[in-house]
């Protein structure tokens, strides 16, 4: 089992839709929480930290339940400029040392 | 904000060569550093942790005698890929974090490996 699934998609959806991403992960000692955004051929770019208690940055909104080992992320009002690869990113420590876990991403397309 | 810098952005040699990435923190000092592979339609993947003055901790699998980690300063850390072979082909990406506190990984803009 991988340490951190998602769903590859790709989430096919029109303009100011509403899209929900989710992720699950497979370490209980993981610490923290992340969703980066990568585009095509480039470097994965943060784009919010998950908490418990639920953020919100604009249009996005990242939620992680810890007893399910669940993390989601929900973007409303899609732009064409969210057209990108979602990864779920996991934080653990391992003897000393903080690693990140990637998820494989979740493709979106955002269509006129 | 913190910025990480990776050169060269794009490589393509033949197989057999040796190939060198730096990876820089241009406005902060990073303690550690992490290199990491991604092959197409796949994640990323850490290969291993590169830490100022000591030796780098390699992820299983990840051969220490083929990817040879160099960080030797607190701006700098060098991944190289010794005789490469098409296999090795990949999107080599670098990310530092500030020595100070607990802050995020930044990236670098990854280098595009192709071995012919």
């Known amino acids: 089992r991988k340490e951190v699934e998602q769903d590859p998609g790709p989430f096919n959806v029109p303009e100011g839709a509403t899209v929900a991403f989710n992720c699950t992960y497979s370490?209980?000692?993981?610490?923290?929480f992340f969703w980066y955004r990568q585009d095509c051929r480039k470097e994965p770019k943060l784009l919010m930290s998950?908490?418990?208690s639920g953020n919100e940055d604009g249009r996005f909104t990242a939620q992680l339940n810890r007893a399910s080992q669940y993390i989601s992320l929900l973007i409303r009002d899609s732009k064409l400029s969210d057209s990108a690869t979602y990864l779920c990113?996991?934080?653990?420590?391992?003897?000393?040392?903080?690693?990140?876990?990637f998820g494989t991403g979740t493709r979106l397309l955002v269509s006129p | 904000g913190a910025v990480v810098s990776q050169h060269p952005s794009w490589v393509i040699c033949k197989s057999g060569t040796s190939v060198k990435i730096e990876c820089r923190s241009l406005?902060?000092?990073?303690?550690?550093m992490f290199w990491y592979r991604q092959f197409p339609k796949q994640s990323l993947m850490l290969m291993a942790t590169?830490?100022?003055?000591?030796?780098?901790?390699?992820e299983q699998g990840v051969e220490k005698d083929k990817f040879l980690i160099n960080h030797a300063s607190l701006t700098l850390s060098t991944l190289t890929v010794t005789s490469a072979h098409p296999e090795d082909s990949s999107f080599y990406i670098c990310?530092?974090?500030?020595?100070?506190?607990?802050?995020?990984?930044?990236f670098g803009d990854g280098t595009r490996l192709s071995i012919l």
């Open positions: 990310s530092a974090r500030e020595a100070v506190g607990n802050q995020p990984q930044h």
């Open positions: 406005d902060f000092q990073a303690t550690t």
């Open positions: 370490n209980s000692a993981s610490q923290s």
């Open positions: 998950v908490y418990s």
């Open positions: 990113v996991v934080n653990q420590r391992n003897t000393g040392f903080q690693k990140l876990v």
């Open positions: 590169s830490n100022e003055g000591s030796k780098a901790t390699y």
